[in-house]
C-alpha cells in the first residue's frame, strides 16, 4: 500500500523545508489583517516560519515575513507574532513531554 504524502513547506527564516505539520502559519486575511493561524486553513496569503525564535527573528531582521506576506509589518505587529510562535514552541515541547511519559 503506498504510504500518503506529508505536506511540506519552507520556513521563511531559516529557508529549510519541514513537514506543514511542524510550522506555524502566519496569514494575511484578505481583509489585510496579519494573524497567526493555527488551523491552516484560513484564507489569505500564508507564511510557514519553525516554531523557535531564531528563525522569527532572521526572518524579522531580513524582512522575509514582509516579503512572504506582500505586506509592511510594523514593530508592535512583529512582537506580538513573536510571542505567538514562542508561546506555540513552549506549549508544544510540554505537550510532547506529556505525551512521552505516558504509560503504554
Not at 527564516?13 to 486575511?29: A, H, L, S
Not at 506580538?80 to 510540554?94: E, H, M, P
Request: net charge positive.
Amino acid at each position: 500500500m503506498k504510504q500518503k504524502k506529508l505536506p511540506q513547506r519552507m520556513c521563511v527564516g531559516c529557508q529549510e523545508i519541514k513537514n506543514k505539520k511542524e510550522m506555524v502559519r502566519i496569514v494575511r486575511t484578505p481583509t489585510g489583517e496579519v494573524v497567526i493561524d493555527l488551523t491552516g486553513k484560513k484564507s489569505g496569503r500564508g507564511a510557514y516560519i519553525c516554531h523557535n525564535e531564531i528563525c522569527f527573528s532572521k526572518a524579522y531582521k531580513e524582512k522575509r515575513l514582509e516579503k512572504a506576506l506582500k505586506q509592511p509589518i510594523g514593530g508592535e505587529l512583529y512582537e506580538q507574532l513573536r510571542l505567538g510562535v514562542i508561546q506555540d514552541d513552549k506549549s508544544k515541547v510540554t505537550e510532547s513531554a506529556r505525551i512521552g511519559t505516558k504509560s503504554r
